[in-house]
């Protein structure tokens, strides 16, 4: 099972030999309130399968929403604790990345919306059918993020709402649209990226679970200002 509420359109996954049974993603992004859990109800549901049944669990661990975050580590701690399943924890930039096609040509560049005029960012390429990290995830301006994309890349994720029309008008035909090459959700690429890596990454230990905000909650900036 993956899970993915580090987006607005959080979703959620289940997987049998990276074939997916069922995958839904969150029908009303704009609502506050988190699907997270209904969206595991609902995958479950459409493909028959008891939550007691599940091999373990694949969460996505940022950066994304704060609050996102959140909801889904407390979720999957519930299930751990409860199920006494193993998890693994899955880069958001990466599950985002994982969405799209092996055979999708060249670099690809998830960007998410880190307001304050940034967003965040990582490099990956498929290698021999493999996704491969290129860079580690970092936080940018566009314009910083323009100067280090050199080849034609796939853009994809929420961060084009904003700058979509900024990356094209400076790339050109180095920006990419990922529209064509994306295959799953975000949850469905989690789950595929720990489904190859279960058997020497799977985790009880829940002290190991830990969200990576990339920039500090602005609740702790203000805390000490």
Same mark, same amino acid.
């Given at each position: 099972?993956?899970?993915?509420s580090?987006?607005?359109?959080?979703?959620?996954?289940?997987?049998?030999?990276?074939?997916i049974?069922?995958?839904k993603?969150?029908?009303?992004?704009?609502?506050?309130?988190?699907?997270?859990?209904?969206?595991?109800?609902?995958v !479950?549901?459409?493909?028959?399968?008891?939550?007691?049944?599940?091999?373990?669990?694949?969460?996505?661990?940022?950066? $994304?929403?704060?609050?996102?975050?959140?909801?889904?580590?407390?979720?999957?701690? $519930?299930?751990? !604790?409860? !199920?006494?399943?193993?998890?693994?924890?899955?880069?958001?930039?990466e599950?985002?990345?994982?969405?799209?096609?092996?055979?999708?040509?060249?670099?690809?560049?998830?960007?998410?919306?880190?307001?304050?005029?940034?967003?965040?960012?990582?490099?990956?390429q498929?290698?021999? $059918?493999?996704?491969?990290?290129?860079?580690?995830?970092?936080?940018?301006?566009p314009?910083?993020?323009?100067?280090?994309?050199?080849?034609?890349?796939?853009?994809?994720? %929420?961060?084009?709402?904003?700058?979509?029309?900024?990356?094209?008008?400076?790339?050109?035909?180095?920006?990419?649209? $990922?529209?064509?090459?994306?295959?799953?959700?975000?949850?469905?690429?989690?789950?595929?990226?720990?489904?190859?890596?279960f058997?020497?990454?799977?985790?009880?230990?829940?002290?190991?679970?830990?969200? %990576?905000?990339?920039?500090?909650?602005?609740a702790?900036? %203000?805390?000490?200002?």
């Amino acid at each position: 099972m993956g899970i993915d509420s580090s987006q607005p359109s959080g979703s959620a996954a289940l997987l049998e030999n990276q074939s997916i049974l069922s995958q839904k993603i969150n029908p009303n992004p704009e609502s506050r309130a988190n699907p997270a859990l209904a969206l595991v109800d609902a995958v !479950l549901s459409d493909a028959a399968v008891e939550l007691k049944a599940l091999d373990g669990f694949a969460i996505t661990t940022g950066p $994304g929403s704060f609050t996102g975050l959140r909801v889904g580590i407390s979720l999957i701690k $519930g299930f751990v !604790l409860s !199920l006494e399943k193993p998890f693994i924890g899955i880069s958001t930039l990466e599950a985002l990345a994982a969405t799209v096609s092996p055979d999708a040509p060249g670099v690809i560049c998830p960007v998410l919306d880190a307001r304050k005029k940034e967003i965040y960012t990582a490099l990956f390429q498929y290698q021999a $059918g493999h996704l491969v990290r290129l860079t580690e995830d970092a936080v940018y301006s566009p314009e910083e993020l323009c100067r280090i994309v050199s080849q034609p890349t796939i853009f994809l994720g %929420n961060g084009l709402e904003s700058y979509k029309n900024y990356f094209q008008d400076r790339l050109g035909p180095r920006m990419v649209s $990922g529209d064509a090459f994306i295959q799953c959700c975000p949850a469905a690429g989690a789950a595929r990226l720990a489904a190859r890596r279960f058997a020497k990454e799977k985790s009880f230990d829940l002290n190991t679970l830990q969200i %990576n905000y990339i920039r500090k909650p602005e609740a702790e900036i %203000n805390l000490k200002t």
